[in-house]
């Protein structure tokens, strides 16, 4: 291998290192103050569901008629074989709404563009660590792994808030896929209250899991900030110099 790729790798490594060590010692401590205080303002804190209800802009149609008998008192035919002229209704036809687009919900567009880089930010952040502690794992030896254990357990529950932070970012995408399948049921069945109340359930129920998500966000940089605090020696330095003999 070149010498100068060798000398690039290791500068990566040590940029990496150093970058932890710094995400580690202030960059988790002041997210975790801003999420408190994100938490502590009118968007999150005030969590009333009628401020996230919003009109679908779908009027209701007038009634279709789904069967067209000729009921006159004239009527020759016998009641089982009586000519039947039945419209089959599959929904209302939609060439175009008249009231124009439905929108999407505003005051919960407003928060996911708050919680989007929040969740991406915190991805980031993972991976980084992972990576760092990967660096700090030493070669594989028989005995004193004592310390390697608590590098390859703490590596564990950082792919976990990894990968649940990538979930929570596939939890908005899933929000506007199932809202504009409700919505479409709307606009083809506007006359069924149901389907109008399950947009309002809908959103509620995702104005909630934002609140949740930027709570649960604030608990994983805790929990990575006091597991790496706690265990910063062993991490660094999983193996011990001078083990004391047990004889």
């Known amino acids: 291998m070149p010498k100068d790729t060798v ?91 008249p009231n124009g687009s439905v929108s999407c919900n505003k005051p919960l567009c407003e928060m996911i563009k708050v919680v989007k880089p929040i969740i991406r930010t915190l991805v980031e952040h993972s991976n980084l660590l992972k990576m760092w502690i990967s660096f700090m794992i030493p070669k594989i030896e028989d005995g004193n792994n004592f310390g390697v254990s608590i590098q390859e357990d703490t590596l564990a529950e950082i792919q976990t808030v990894e990968s649940e932070a990538a979930a929570f970012y596939d939890q908005i995408s899933r929000y506007f896929l199932s809202r504009a399948k409700v919505v479409s049921k709307v606009a083809k069945y506007p006359h069924i209250e149901d389907y109008r109340r399950a947009v309002v359930e809908l959103d509620e129920k995702e104005y909630l899991s934002l609140w949740l998500v930027v709570c649960e966000v604030r608990n994983r940089y805790s929990s990575l900030h006091d597991i790496v605090i706690k265990n910063l020696e062993k991490l660094k330095k999983p193996r011990s110099s001078n083990t004391e003999s047990l004889y």
């Open 7 to 97: 000398i690039k790798v290791q500068e990566y490594k040590d940029t990496l290192i150093q970058k932890a060590e710094l995400l580690i010692t202030k960059c988790f401590p002041e997210k975790i103050v801003q999420l408190n205080e994100l938490l502590a303002t009118p968007m999150f804190n005030e969590r009333d569901f009628e401020e996230v209800h919003q009109d679908v802009n779908i009027p209701v149609l007038p009634a279709v008629l789904a069967k067209n008998h000729d009921e006159s008192a004239n009527d020759d035919h016998p009641p089982n074989k009586r000519a039947r002229n039945d419209v089959i209704v599959a929904g209302s036809p939609i060439l175009a709404l």
